[in-house]
């Protein structure tokens, strides 16, 4: 079991991030973790945005269950932290796509989501669809999802946190997510006949994500429109025909 690296600049990021990443980190160890191969370039990125330094680090690993988990943390100055999760299942296993986006600025957290996203037709598996009422959480600020917010569950949380109350109720309902998650990957067994829904689910997805305007502008302005457009297809966003 690979052992995930430190990000160096976790710790100058805001204290919801930084204990994210951790909690994300350990539920990972659960897993049979092998490492994820990204383009050599896209690893770790540094950049200029409107006079400030973006960094960008990506940690990627894969399992039997699951095709590719995701860590991204960036950091633009000392104006916007970022962290960004996904982990997408083996097509063979009938499991939904968590995920999980948290951003701060100067005036703290302004967006958490955290959602286990369907990817057969028929939605969560029972299991899931079990388990994720008790999970799910009550918060003052819950933001609008986006036009293409479809692709989200019943069970998405998207919020504005207020608070240190808040956002530690928000930790505690991610760390309920990955929990459910990896224990029923665990126990899950693979389905072929699955493959092809579970895959179709996939590029739905990532599809609709690849629609996100703030991400999108933000690469361009601080690369350029074709880097953007290859990262957001490569490193977010990415599916195995993809490279075909």
Not at 96 to 123: E, Q
Not at 183 to 194: D, G, V
Request: proline share 7%; with cysteine; charged share 20%.
């Amino acid at each position: 079991m690979s052992t995930a690296v430190k990000s160096s600049i976790r710790q100058q990021q805001h204290p919801v991030i930084r204990e994210l990443a951790n909690t994300i980190e350990s539920a990972w160890q659960q897993l049979d973790l092998k490492p994820y191969v990204l383009p050599a370039d896209l690893g770790y990125v540094e950049s200029r945005l409107e006079g400030e330094r973006l960094v960008i680090e990506n940690s990627c690993y894969q399992t039997p269950q699951f095709r590719k988990l995701h860590l991204e943390l960036a950091r633009i100055g000392a104006q916007l932290d970022i962290l960004h999760c996904v982990m997408f299942p083996q097509p063979e296993y009938g499991l939904p796509i968590f995920g999980c986006d948290v951003i701060s600025g100067r005036a703290g957290v302004s967006a958490a989501i955290v959602d286990l996203s369907p990817t057969l037709p028929d939605g969560l598996p029972p299991a899931y669809r079990l388990a994720l009422p008790e999970l799910k959480m009550e918060y003052s600020q819950p933001r609008q999802l986006p036009d293409w917010g479809y692709i989200f569950s019943d069970y998405c949380c998207f919020i504005k946190p207020v608070g240190a109350a808040e956002e530690h109720r928000f930790l505690q309902q991610v760390a309920g997510y990955l929990t459910l998650h990896c224990q029923t990957a665990l126990t899950t067994r693979p389905l072929f006949q699955q493959s092809a829904q579970n895959l179709a689910g996939q590029r739905q997805y990532c599809t609709q994500q690849r629609q996100n305007d703030k991400t999108r502008r933000i690469l361009e302005k601080a690369f350029d429109p074709a880097w953007a457009e290859r990262y957001m297809t490569t490193v977010l966003f990415d599916l195995p025909d993809d490279a075909a």
